[in-house]
């Protein structure tokens, strides 16, 4: 089935660690995305990419950071730099900029 | 600046009644897309429709209708004769160019 794969569903992390969430689609999607969501706010862009070997920041990029190497991959990795880790984070594709973009079933981070 | 402001934070009605879940949106750009997705508990958003800037025809889909206004900046959603199923938050968004920008997002309870 095409769609987009998000992993792990839970991720516990310890304070000072960096650590990365799997986003991976088969839909043969130009652009992904990485949000964030808090309770009461929203989606919040992290990063967004329209082409492989290239991404560009969106609102709230400080404390993250992203690969695209493949077409099919978009990688998140949150570091320790981030302040406040702990929340909902949804990847995303789309065909191609202003086209409906299908979300993945979400990782929950946890900072402990 | 583009924004979209979801004004209704939570909505509890009976089950088989209608509800409509406001969206005004703001943006300088001509053409532009509106979007509205439904997130279950699972945290999944999935898509429900989309309109282009230049289409102010509503819209049918079911139980589920849309009213897209541009003298109004405003893209409202109906759910006729509600289910238990229906109870969700319900995310408006906005897109101009290359990323999209959402409300915070609606609230719905449908109380059997």
């Known amino acids: 089935d095409g769609g987009i794969t998000q992993s792990p569903k839970y991720l516990f992390r310890k304070e000072g660690q960096n650590v990365t969430l799997s986003c991976e689609q088969n839909?043969?999607?130009?652009?992904m995305y990485w949000y964030r969501q808090d309770p009461g706010q929203g989606l919040r862009l992290i990063y967004y990419?329209?082409?492989?070997?290239?991404?560009q920041k969106g609102d709230i990029a400080e404390g993250y950071s992203v690969s695209r190497e493949k077409k099919e991959s978009f990688p998140l990795t949150v570091t320790s730099a981030q302040k406040n880790p702990t929340a909902f984070y949804l990847c995303?594709?789309?065909?191609?900029?202003?086209?409906?973009?299908?979300f993945g079933q979400g990782t929950r981070l946890t900072v402990v | 600046a583009q924004k979209v402001t979801q004004a209704q934070t939570e909505i509890s009605v009976v089950e088989k009644e209608d509800v409509t879940l406001d969206c005004v949106y703001e943006?300088?750009?001509?053409?532009?897309?509106l979007f509205w997705y439904k997130q279950p508990p699972s945290g999944e958003l999935v898509f429900l429709i989309r309109?282009?800037?230049?289409?102010?025809q509503n819209e049918i889909s079911g139980r589920y209708s849309w009213n897209f206004q541009k003298s109004t900046s405003s893209f409202n959603f109906t759910i006729t004769a509600s289910q238990v199923v229906d109870s969700a938050v319900y995310f408006c968004?906005?897109?101009?160019?290359?990323?999209?920008?959402f409300g915070t997002g609606t609230s719905l309870t449908v109380i059997p």
């Open positions: 990419s329209q082409i492989v070997n290239d991404f």
């Open positions: 839909l043969n999607h130009d652009a």
């Open positions: 309109r282009n800037s230049f289409d102010e």
């Open positions: 943006t300088r750009d001509t053409t532009y897309y």
């Open positions: 968004a906005l897109n101009t160019g290359n990323q999209f920008y």
């Open positions: 995303a594709s789309s065909i191609y900029e202003m086209t409906e973009a299908f």
